[in-house]
């Protein structure tokens, strides 16, 4: 069993949680530090997610924010490779689609990596579209749930 979904609240929170994005999402593509975070990370509307272990290490992440009238968009998904398979992602998806929810929202969009589309399509989600291709090398697809 894996510990709680919450809210990042301190500095240590924030900074296990960015350095997650940083180290699974950024780092193997070279891309330089900082490019994680995202100007829209800090707005109001913006709801972020944490899995930590007991030591502070973020385990997993994710963000959700409403994209459109209705429609919340999942972003920033991780989980640290040494914490894979265990439902962390399920966790974390499952907290950010509660507060999509709470918000009266009816669907969630996210942009998957090709490698997590079966993932998402365990979890509900389907493929609407090929999407944007990151660093020149990591082909994303538009998929989309009904709340």
């Not at 997610?49 to 994710?62: F, I, K, Q, S, Y």
């Not at 398979?85 to 507060?99: C, H, N, T």
Request: hydrophobic share 40%; charged share 20%; net charge positive.
């Amino acid at each position: 069993m894996h510990p709680p979904v919450r809210l990042p609240q301190t500095p240590t929170d924030w900074a296990a949680y960015y350095q997650l994005r940083y180290e699974v999402l950024r780092r193997p593509w070279q891309q330089p530090a900082g490019t994680e975070r995202a100007e829209d990370d800090a707005l109001p509307d913006t709801f972020h997610a944490l899995v930590a272990a007991p030591d502070g290490t973020a385990l997993g992440v994710g963000r959700l924010h409403t994209a459109a009238p209705g429609q919340a968009q999942v972003r920033f998904m991780a989980v640290h490779p040494g914490a894979q398979g265990q439902g962390i992602g399920r966790a974390v998806l499952a907290y950010l689609e509660a507060e999509a929810r709470r918000r009266g929202l009816t669907e969630s969009v996210l942009h998957a990596r090709e490698q997590a589309v079966p993932f998402y399509q365990r979890l509900g989600y389907a493929v609407v579209a090929p999407s944007h291709t990151l660093f020149g090398s990591i082909p994303h697809f538009l998929m989309r749930k009904l709340l």
